[in-house]
Structure formats: structure tokens, C-alpha cells
């Protein structure tokens, strides 16, 4: 959680890290998927959101049962940011 404290800005500059954090908030115990996080943001939002890619519809969806997450409370905050991104395309931690 110290780590996403630094998070802050805009979904340009927000949108990749925290992807990749939920990804690993996921996959933390494949530690083969751990190493090969997948480089290309469409990647990652399939694996996570599926097919269609992400809206705030979905992110609200996964925060309501964020129990997929093996990190759950991480994953949460991550989703928190994620969605305000998408609907005032701005986040910080607080």
C-alpha cells in the first residue's frame, strides 16, 4: 500500500502502472505470470476486465466483488483509482 501513495495524475500518465498492479494484485501467487507481466496495456485489460476492454461500468463490477484478487484490499484501491480515472480522469491515493 506505501507504493500507491505515490500514485497520483492523470489516466495518461495513471492508467499502465495501475493495470500492472492489478494484475499482480491477481496473479501474486503464478509466479511464472508474476515474471512475465504482459507488456501491451490490451493484454492486461483482457486478462483482467475480458473482452470489450475496461469501463467505469466494469471496474464498479469488480469492486463490488473483489474477491478474484488475491490481494483483495490492494485491488480495491487500485479499482477506487481506476474509476475515477475513468469518470473525473484524475486519481491520487487519498
Not at 501513495?5 to 503464478?30: D, I, M, Q, S, T
Not at 483509482?81 to 473525473?88: A, E, G, I, P
Amino acid at each position: 500500500m506505501k507504493v500507491l501513495l505515490k500514485f497520483h495524475g492523470n489516466r495518461a500518465k495513471l492508467e499502465e502502472p495501475l493495470l500492472k498492479v492489478l494484475y499482480w494484485c491477481k496473479y501474486f501467487e503464478e509466479e511464472e505470470k508474476i515474471k512475465n507481466i504482459p507488456e501491451k496495456r490490451e493484454d492486461i485489460v483482457k486478462e483482467i476486465f475480458g473482452e470489450g476492454g475496461i469501463s467505469s461500468e466494469k471496474i464498479l463490477n469488480k469492486l463490488k466483488n473483489p474477491d478474484e484478487f488475491f490481494l483483495t484490499h490492494t485491488a480495491r484501491k487500485v479499482l477506487e483509482m481506476l474509476y475515477k480515472l475513468y469518470t473525473d480522469g484524475y486519481a491520487s491515493y487519498l
